[in-house]
């Protein structure tokens, strides 16, 4: 079950500022892309889906259950490891900060909510009414007792937050806001209602449409906007997510709170409280049911399903695929009207006994579908990484929930129009009445897990059918029930709740194959996830007419989050009468195919790992052996202080007289000049012996710098850059202050950690936070030109992010006791840090030294 989503809303609202890349889900478009009107999930009749575990995206929530991400009611005895009791403190009063700017704004929008209340219900006994009495106590229901216990909290909270003393109790009224829950389940089973009748009155009342289309919400004390117009059903929204809000708060307060300070119990029983409310909301939602009974009484069992674009009509479509035990069907979203439940439409369906799939010289030639060039999806990808930019920019500066909407549309249809013309792989169903269908996929293993996932279900004895017109609509009907995949798989980034995956480079060598029954011309092919699709990476020579392939091949696959890989190993098609009409190509047989799951315990070693993936009989023998680009990352201090590599960044700023040291500004200003455009700028490695020349040129400060500069390949100039700061005694962002970074971009609330990132900058010594700045802006110029030098922020973050920001020895020493390799701990979250800043409106020296408390006020 899924979070209720409205025409016009996004998500639960702490997921959209939580992770920087929204996504609609599937129910909100057609197939075509074309916005769908957006109504509660159906299954969801009396309320809205609360997630109960509030650190986990809302559509990830039923696969945590009973696993380990969900907070527990008793969080883990004392702070987090080495983490010092003064520091969790100091952390309590960020979070608390940022909890209360967002209170405010919270209670702000509850009493914009009320304001209408009293004239309306002043109006409801003249002869004129706008509303009756039971419509205004319908609509309002709840809302004044909400906003008296949340006025009550905001004033008792805000001194103690104000004049801080660490040893300040406020337990006691979290566990008294806690207490007072029935009120909102309450208001979350009149929901819907409420909904409905606003929805209603503002059809059949012009004075009431008005009214609820444009609510004015004053604006925080220190912001600049004095109000911000926003709708009735907009601001109806907001308790239901301020539950979830609260909780994530409490659970990062427990985190930093002693055990033996008053307040950690109090917090606790709220936590409990807290938790069991939302358990009990979700409760009242029926589960997911996995079988549909048709009208003979048969089951029929949903088997597979899934999103595929098919092409139709010689124009691409995304529809939703469903695989039932004897009938495959293929259906869109319907274009529903407000509050109506969503339905699915039946393109079309085959009875599997009807099924057949043509081999390549059978299948007639599919009417042309260009496929889109490298360089236009390299453009979208670019859009959609900009629009990010500029939602997080508008988000920052406070900008209108209306702009903010456009800007997500935006950023979607970009999303879509990848999704839509990124596949290439051609999938062909036939159907005995003579109808042929066509899907275009993205990796060979997906076709090959339809087509088998079909055979299977035809070895059993199927009979073919037609449905009646009622048989197919009670199936169609359960379609929103029964599909396990929700949300269309558009390309953004995976949550951060997800785990990370790997970032580096695998290194595979194929080495054999055996099982083979006949004599074939084999050859295997290597694919990894990259940002949620597989990519074919990766492909072996052809061993001709063996049963026993030996390749011995080394491939060096560069890793993005990557999590699997898939290994389909193929016996080569030399037949030119087998040409495939959909793209004019040679189909190759799969033999077999397998993936593993990159283990970062079982990977992440210098040592090479020899491993076996079975694959339909056939053992395909493989060894890897993965590298982090940290490894490179050891920091060796210079024993002598003359030169700039390895020595502290404050000495050699004093003695140049700089505010940012000599060898960051030329090598800056030198990629700026002719690099900026290079593709895979600081990606890419320049030639060693360069870098050391260049090195040792810095390091002697000679004075033919600048000519050797001109004159020196542009990676090598960035290489340079990038070993300066790799060689720093400490990081730039210093040891000091490394595990307050981790904890801080840890944070659930984003006010929170908005306040916390700041405070951290403020804290660094001056000549650490001038050159931190400078670089900042230089690498969002560089991404600026990402569509020529193929170089996102994304990319640089994490390029640079863990060059910047390192654990000190003693903490990696710590770690290695537990992992084989600090990168799986640590790394992601170096690079989400820098990325944080990164995505940043540019943040002024001057400007954060200035302000001593900095108050997020972005919901």
Not at 637 to 651: A, D, N, Y
Not at 709 to 731: C, V
Not at 810 to 836: C, F, G, N, P, R
């Amino acid at each position: 079950m899924e979070p209720l989503s409205h025409r016009g809303l996004p998500r639960l609202s702490w997921i959209d500022t939580l992770y920087s890349n929204f996504s609609y889900g599937a129910d909100d478009y057609d197939g075509e892309g074309n916005e769908e009107q957006k109504g509660p999930p159906e299954g969801s009749e009396t309320m809205p889906y609360i997630d109960e575990s509030p650190t986990m995206s809302p559509q990830l929530s039923a696969r945590s259950q009973g696993g380990g991400d969900s907070i527990s009611p008793t969080p883990p005895e004392g702070l987090a490891p080495g983490v010092e009791a003064g520091k969790g403190l100091e952390m309590r009063k960020l979070v608390l900060s940022g909890f209360l700017a967002s209170e405010e704004i919270y209670i702000n929008q509850l009493e914009a909510l009320l304001l209408p209340m009293k004239p309306l219900k002043a109006t409801a006994t003249t002869s004129q009414p706008v509303l009756t009495i039971q419509q205004i106590e319908t609509i309002f229901y709840k809302i004044q007792d909400i906003y008296e216990i949340h006025k009550e909290f905001y004033d008792n909270l805000c001194p103690k937050v104000q004049q801080w003393d660490s040893q300040v109790s406020m337990g006691h009224l979290f566990q008294k806001l806690a207490s007072q829950l029935g009120v909102y389940k309450a208001f979350v089973d009149n929901y819907k209602v409420a909904l409905e009748t606003a929805e209603k009155c503002s059809q059949s009342n012009n004075q009431f449409q008005k009214i609820s289309e444009e609510l004015k919400v004053k604006g925080p004390k220190d912001s600049k906007d004095s109000h911000t117009s926003v709708t009735m059903e907009a601001l109806l929204y907001k308790p239901i997510d301020r539950v979830t809000r609260s909780t994530l708060v409490l659970h990062d307060l427990l985190k930093h709170t002693p055990v033996d300070h008053p307040d950690y119990p109090l917090l606790q029983d709220a936590l409990r409280i807290s938790q069991n409310f939302l358990s009990s909301i979700n409760e009242d939602i029926d589960p997911r049911r996995t079988a549909v009974t048709t009208p003979k009484g048969e089951t029929r069992q949903l088997v597979k399903d899934g999103f595929l674009v098919e092409v139709s009509e010689s124009s691409r479509k995304l529809r939703h695929v469903f695989l039932f035990t004897d009938v495959l069907l293929c259906a869109k979203l319907k274009k529903t009207s407000a509050g109506k439940h969503q339905q699915y439409d039946c393109k079309w369906y085959i009875p599997l006994a009807d099924l057949v799939f043509p081999s390549p010289e059978e299948s007639e030639a599919s009417p042309q579908v260009h496929p889109f060039p490298d360089h236009e999806l390299e453009d979208m990808k670019m859009k959609i990484s900009a629009l990010k930019s500029e939602i997080q920019k508008e988000k920052a500066n406070k900008g209108q929930s209306r702009a903010i909407e456009r800007l997500k549309k935006k950023m979607f249809e970009n999303e879509f129009l990848l999704l839509l013309n990124s596949p290439t792989i051609p999938f062909r169903i036939h159907s005995r009445n003579g109808k042929s269908y066509l899907f275009l996929l993205s990796s060979d293993y997906e076709r090959s897990e339809w087509r088998e996932a079909i055979q299977k279900l035809q070895k059993k004895d199927l009979q073919a059918f037609v449905l009646s017109s009622v048989e197919l609509q009670v199936l169609t009907g359960s379609c929103f029930k029964l599909r396990t995949v929700h949300n269309i798989p558009v390309t953004s980034n995976k949550d951060d709740d997800e785990s990370p995956g790997l970032y580096g480079f695998l290194h595979v060598i194929v080495h054999s194959a055996k099982g083979f029954k006949q004599s074939a011309n084999l050859y295997c092919t290597l694919e990894v996830d990259s940002f949620g699709y597989f990519v074919s990476k990766a492909k072996t020579r052809v061993f001709r007419d063996t049963t026993e392939p030996k390749w011995d091949e080394e491939f060096e696959i560069e890793l993005e989050g990557s999590q699997s890989l898939r290994i389909l190993c193929y016996d080569k098609c030399y037949d030119k009468t087998k040409v495939n009409k959909d793209n004019n190509e040679i189909v190759d047989k799969i033999m077999g195919k397998g993936q593993i799951q990159l283990d970062p315990q079982a990977v992440e070693t210098k040592n090479w790992h020899t491993d076996v993936i079975e694959m339909n009989g056939i053992k395909v023998e493989f060894s890897m052996k993965f590298t982090s680009r940290d490894m490179s990352l050891k920091r060796t201090p210079s024993k002598k202080q003359t030169g700039v590599f390895g020595v502290k960044i404050s000495v050699v700023t004093k003695r140049e007289r700089s505010k940012v040291p000599y060898i960051v500004r030329q090598c800056v200003e030198e990629v700026e000049k002719r690099g900026i455009e290079e593709v895979g700028i600081y990606r890419i490695s320049g030639v060693a012996t360069d870098i050391q020349a260049l090195k040792a040129v810095f390091d002697a400060n000679n004075k033919d710098i600048l000519l050797m500069l001109s004159d020196m390949d542009i990676n090598a100039i960035a290489g340079t850059l990038k070993l300066y700061f790799r060689e720093l005694p400490e990081p730039l962002l210093t040891d000091r202050l490394y595990p307050a970074f981790m904890e801080g971009i840890a944070l659930s609330d984003p006010a929170a950690k908005e306040n916390c990132m700041m405070h951290l900058l403020r804290s660094l010594p001056d000549p650490n936070l001038i050159t931190f700045l400078f670089l900042l802006e230089h690498l969002k110029r560089v991404a600026e030109k990402e569509p020529i030098n193929k170089m996102s922020l994304h990319n640089l973050a994490t390029v640079f992010g863990p060059t910047l920001l390192r654990p000190s020895e003693v903490e990696s020493k710590a770690h290695l006791t537990s992992a084989a390799d600090i990168w799986s701990h640590d790394v992601m979250a170096q690079v989400q840090v820098l990325l944080y800043y990164l995505q940043h409106p540019p943040i002024s020296f001057a400007e954060l030294k200035r302000n001593t408390l900095y108050f997020s006020t972005d919901v």
